[in-house]
């Protein structure tokens, strides 16, 4: 079950969110009291709820933004359980103070919005002391560990407990909780109100991850990334998963670099079967294989790693073949024909984990790639281990391709009136391929039509390499024409009849 947050000023706008909620089907909501700036009307609140409740005061230094005394909150909480409400949220500190009464449920809750304490068995101890109906311990995760420790914690504890990690780090535990057991999980009304740090939209966890039907026998699969909730991969992968009747979920999951180490030793933990994997750990992620295939290992980078049943990790580069497939389509060249772009050469803008995947695999069919990148040491770097050119980032009009690949993110979502290319420098018998899936129609994109160069868009290479990584998660045919509607339905603004 989701409850829904609800903060709103004034009465009658929470009173209206509330009744439009429980129409659209949520089953619970809480009503943060706090966020009301007139004086608290209980009876107008309660007496006529459309649905159950969740009530809660919370102070500033719990996240809220009580501003009256201790005293007058105390009573509010109070004059609520007095008043019936289903449930009553109140923090370990002052639950002693507000006894039982009536049916109204206790959930005793603990905040801490600096990390995620090393005694959380402790904590979870005392809290439950308290005459709880419910725990609920909301903390910050710093860490991927921090996800698994909660997780841990609400899978094992005998009194039902919310285990919430917060911030994007966290957003994990929020999406699981009916996994390992919670009675129910956060969400916002409204992407513009997010009442705590990394709370999901009660849409988006109904649309996009199917939270109701998450169990204990769902596969999981997600992204690692840093940041990660850009990523459009869980909207096309969860979509997949529903199609196909495969009880699966796809989760973002943000890992900083500097804690790769400690996702790739935990995730299995929890059941985590396979991951794809973008900026900034394609590289780094290849020392963590204890397999890995020959492209990937000849590219030195992977986006994709396998968790098989005796704990091996096989990594893969889809990347890699998605490009591949594009060009040689494009061309008109039957796929995996050896030596086949000997005589063409290629441009490649950017020295990153893309780029090194499409400049080895055009190497390997003898086209002849020069790398530019804004950080020239980069660029020198990956020429070097690919066996290609090398130039400055200024001197990349000085180079007339046949192929020209844009592996940068410039012209990326919000920046979409940027190119990586002068439109003059492009002619009609090149062929422009634009890595950048959100827009489709980059700048880029939009300068090549305009000189009748052949075009390949990032959403073609996103959708096949996400089939290749289905195929590797499941075992079966991605629904490529799904993937793509749903990819271009969320990168393609809405176009008016």
Known sequence: MICVSLGRARHKRMIAEHQYLVEQGAELVELRLDFITRAVNLKRLLDDRPGPVVVAV????????WEKS???RMTLLRSAIAAGVEYIDIEADIASEIPRYGKTKRIIS????????DELDELHAA??????????????????SDNIRMIQLTAKAEIPTIG????????????????????????????????APGQLNWKEMNSLYHYDSINKDTALFGVIADPVAHSHSPLIHNAAFIDSAINARYLPFRVPKDDLHTFMNTCHDIGIQGISITIPHKEASMNYCTQAEASATGIGAINTMIFDSNNERLGYN???RAAMDCIEETLGIQRGTENSLQGKNALILGAGGVSR???WGLRQRQCDVTIASRTEERSRLLASEIGCHSIHWKERHTIAPDLLINGTPVGMHPNVDNSPFDEASINQFMVVFDTVYNPENTLLIKQALRRSAKVITGVDMFVRQAAYQYRLFTGSD?????????????????QLN
């Open 357 to 359: 995947a499409i400049a």
């Open 164 to 195: 919430i990690c917060m911030g994007e780090t966290g957003m994990m535990t929020r999406i699981l909780a009916n996994r390992v057991g919670s009675p129910f999980t956060y969400a916002t009304f409204s992407t513009d109100k997010k009442l």
């Open 478 to 494: 991605a629904p490529t024409d799904l993937m793509r509607q749903k990819i271009k339905q969320a990168t393609n603004p809405v």
């Open 58 to 65: 919370r102070r500033k230094e719990d996240g809220g933004r």
């Open 318 to 320: 889809t990347d890699y």
């Open 70 to 72: 201790e005293a007058e």
């Open 127 to 144: 809290m439950a002391a308290e005459d709880a109906d419910i725990v609920k311990i909301a903390t910050m995760a710093n860490t991927f």
């Open 110 to 117: 603990y905040h801490d919005f600096s990390g995620t304490p």
